[in-house]
């Protein structure tokens, strides 16, 4: 058990696990919480978790932790770790189960006034264009050679299938497409469940939602992103579906054996991992790049349903009524980046498992209007709570391998959440403070309620006075649609 007077205490925010805490830890853990947050975790296992993925082979630097922070597989979720590349190990459990799970921002100049009688016309279309819940099908049917070529060609499929814009690509992370993704290394069984759910939302804490621009913190930064105070924008989250389980259910498998055969020790068999350069591991990032393309993928057809929805809606009512994209980012992955460590400029593999991508100014693969001001960093609330969008800064380059959190993060479980509140409770609080709420069952909706979240203002707050990420806009929920 570990306890608040074995970290050492950086600053308001920050607190380190020292790597003479354990034997076996190969870095140390850098935790971003302030004291009240850290209290929030210790009743679950995530510093026991974090301690444990300080252990893996070729890991550099530090293992880092958000303040969304809370126990997950493997690696708590909140968690960063990079290993070095080639030699070092990727890790299925420290990117997670719903590979690219991740957010998209869409801009709109619909003012809020102007909508407020068409909303809830809004949110039953755009419950109907946009299929959420367990094992739904989406909206595209495909057959295996063309799901192969999704997953090799990501949002750059959508696109030549009419899906969308090439601005929105510009605006993706990584151009809506990872290279070196590798189809034969995905199992039949997880194509047969992909080939049905593109154009889908999922359940969980999926949702598309559609917000309010409710307080601009960065005027400059919330032009070059067409967010206007008191217009609509439209937030889609979710990932890579059945497809992208299968895939990590399949490797976690694969690698049980696999670490035996490398001789690799392990304090928790969750944090099976195999070499970069070893078959097993090249095959599993082959395999994992397909999966992010999948949902790459699905969220640019998502997000060409939601337009439709929109046009149905607004066309002909309000003059400016189309979706513009802000950025589409994920907070489930493996990346292969350069960052200085130590002095020193390695190239690494970047694991974030729910965590987010914040690079800085003048980073390499950010669309020219994000250049000077940093890449956009999309935090979603939890349900009938506030979301945020911040930027990167030189800070995360130099400190977090260009990272920060990727929501609230959990205090309560699924199970207890379902417990404690219900459903239709909670729907007819959410309809009294004027949200609109579309939800496949009630059951769903109690274990995505606020009271099971921390508060995202304070996560936000912690990550922005560490030096992270910047303050861009403050969004707040009028409608939502969950699975």
């Not at 679950?44 to 444990?52: G, I």
């Not at 530090?62 to 997950?72: K, S």
């Not at 990932?239 to 928790?268: E, K, N, W």
């Not at 460590?341 to 991508?357: M, P, Q, S, Y």
Request: glycine share 12%.
């Amino acid at each position: 058990m570990i306890r608040i007077q074995d970290l050492t205490h950086i600053s308001d925010t920050e607190w380190e696990i020292p790597q003479s805490f354990r034997p076996d830890m190969r870095v140390p853990v850098r935790i971003f919480a302030t004291r009240e947050l850290l209290e929030q975790v210790m009743q679950d296992k995530s510093l026991e978790q974090a301690v444990n993925s300080a252990t893996l082979p070729g890991l550099v630097g530090r293992a880092l932790v958000m303040p969304d922070m809370h126990q997950g597989y493997g690696f708590p979720i909140g968690g960063v770790a990079a290993t070095v590349f080639p030699q070092g190990v990727v890790s299925p459990g420290g990117i997670g189960y719903d590979i690219n799970c991740g957010v998209r921002l869409l801009a709109s100049g619909v003012e809020l006034d102007a909508a407020r009688p068409h909303l809830d016309e809004l949110a039953t279309r755009l419950d109907q264009a946009c299929p959420s819940g367990v094992g739904t099908e989406g909206v595209v049917r495909l057959t295996v050679p063309e799901l192969e070529r999704l997953l090799r060609e990501g949002s750059r499929w959508a696109l030549r299938n009419g899906y969308g814009a090439e601005r929105d690509l510009l605006r993706t992370e990584e151009g809506g497409c990872l290279e070196g993704a590798d189809p034969g290394k995905v199992s039949e069984r997880a194509k047969g469940r992909g080939c049905q759910q593109i154009g889908s939302v999922g359940a969980g804490n999926h949702f598309v939602e559609v917000d309010v621009v409710e307080t601009i913190f960065d005027p400059g930064a919330a032009r070059a992103m067409d967010l206007r105070e008191g217009c609509l924008a439209l937030q889609i989250h979710c990932g890579s579906r059945g497809l992208g389980h299968q895939v990590c259910t399949d490797y976690v498998q694969s690698f049980q054996a696999a670490v035996q055969r490398y001789g690799i020790q392990l304090p928790d068999r969750e944090l099976v991992c195999a070499p970069m350069d070893s078959p097993e591991g090249a095959a599993y990032l082959g395999a994992m790049r397909a999966a992010a393309n999948f949902a790459f993928a699905n969220r640019q057809v998502l997000a060409h349903s939601a337009r439709g929805a929109f046009e149905q809606t607004f066309a002909g009512i309000v003059k400016d009524w189309r979706l513009t994209q802000v950025y589409d980012i994920a907070h489930n992955m493996g990346k292969l980046e350069t960052h200085t460590i130590d002095g020193e400029r390695l190239k690494v593999c970047v694991h974030r498992k729910g965590a987010t991508r914040a690079f800085g100014p003048g980073a390499p693969g950010l669309p020219p209007e994000y250049e000077a001001i940093g890449q956009p960093v999309l935090v979603p609330g939890s349900m009938g709570t506030a979301s945020w969008v911040l930027v990167g800064t030189e800070e995360s380059m130099a400190r977090t391998f260009g990272s920060t959190c990727h929501g609230a993060g959990r205090t309560m479980s699924r199970a207890r959440a379902k417990h404690e509140v219900r459903g239709d409770a909670l729907r007819q609080e959410l309809e009294g403070r004027g949200i609109r709420v579309r939800a496949g069952s009630m059951a769903g909706l109690a274990e995505e309620a606020p009271q099971a979240y921390k508060d995202v203002d304070r996560v936000v707050e912690t990550v922005c006075r560490a030096g992270i990420v910047g303050k861009v806009a403050r969004l707040r929920p009028v409608a939502v649609v969950k699975g």
